[in-house]
């Protein structure tokens, strides 16, 4: 696991309600990022935070799944770095603000539905770990902040290269075991099998690839708050994130 300077875990008292407001004023103008392992929720969360703060939700991965998608819809090789930036600049990927969550565009259409495919996910590891395609990424990510100023945005290098100014910054992390387990009852819900070792040992390689790349590596910000779910619910995370993001705003006067 990646280690951090500030690793403080804010939970939430037991049993008791905090008096904060409905949402961050409208004149505040803030960017929160949400980092961590895969398994620990983190779009989730992200998206439920920024409904309950009245900010804007950015979903990096799914621009990410997108490129995947037009590289394997154009046939274009994946070692061939400038075809798939080229085309993937031309797709223009942005947002359709006014669904929600926000719907993903490649040429003015949404591709939500592509994106999730197994072939998508398949490849969408090596896709994102091409530099020059990152680069971009990160170009978009960025005026899309100035478009949308007050935003909740996830990803694992959000925090450390994308807005290493973000007003506040977290990194959802919990245990391998807790995450496969996570894993396991999802695929289950689902109808399908699981085997919780083999989750394991495929959660331990991936974090350590993820954490091992060149571009984009994965890596908790020396200024970010660690939040530990091992031992926390989902609604609980979310009131953890919005009160630190709460006592954040008002930090800043």
């Known amino acids: 696991?990646?280690?951090?300077?500030?690793?403080?875990?804010?939970?939430?008292?037991?049993?008791?309600?905090?008096?904060?407001?409905?949402?961050?004023?409208?004149?505040?103008?803030?960017?929160?990022?949400?980092?961590?392992?895969?398994?620990?929720g983190k779009s989730s969360v992200a998206r439920a935070l920024a409904h309950t703060l009245g900010l804007d939700f950015l979903d990096t991965g799914a621009m990410y799944r997108a490129a995947a998608a037009i590289a394997i819809d154009r046939n274009i090789d994946l070692r061939d770095h400038d075809s798939i930036v080229g085309v993937v600049a031309e797709a223009d990927l942005h947002f359709d603000w006014t669904a929600d969550p926000p719907t993903i565009l490649a040429w003015l259409k949404p591709i939500d539905a592509r994106i999730r495919d197994e072939d998508v996910t398949g490849i969408v590891s090596d896709v994102a770990a091409i530099a020059p395609l990152r680069t971009h990424m990160v170009r978009k990510q960025r005026i899309i902040a100035e478009q949308h100023p007050r935003l909740v945005t996830e990803g694992r290098d959000q925090g450390s290269i994308a807005f290493p100014d973000a007003a506040k910054k977290f990194y959802l992390d919990a245990s391998p075991?807790?995450?496969?387990?996570?894993?396991?009852?999802?695929?289950?819900?689902?109808?399908?099998?699981?085997?919780?070792?083999?989750?394991?040992?495929?959660?331990?390689?991936?974090?350590?690839?993820?954490?091992?790349?060149?571009?984009?590596?994965?890596?908790?910000?020396?200024?970010?708050?660690?939040?530990?779910?091992?031992?926390?619910?989902?609604?609980?995370?979310?009131?953890?994130?919005?009160?630190?993001?709460?006592?954040?705003?008002?930090?800043?006067?």
């Open 1 to 40: 696991m990646p280690s951090a300077t500030h690793t403080a875990t804010h939970r939430p008292a037991s049993g008791q309600e905090r008096p904060v407001p409905a949402s961050i004023p409208p004149s505040v103008r803030l960017v929160v990022t949400i980092a961590g392992p895969a398994g620990t």
């Open 177 to 253: 075991e807790i995450r496969a387990r996570r894993r396991a009852e999802q695929l289950r819900a689902a109808g399908r099998d699981a085997d919780e070792t083999a989750l394991i040992e495929s959660i331990k390689r991936r974090d350590s690839l993820d954490g091992g790349r060149t571009e984009g590596p994965l890596v908790c910000p020396n200024d970010a708050e660690r939040i530990d779910t091992s031992d926390l619910s989902f609604d609980e995370v979310v009131a953890a994130l919005r009160a630190s993001v709460i006592d954040r705003v008002a930090a800043l006067g």
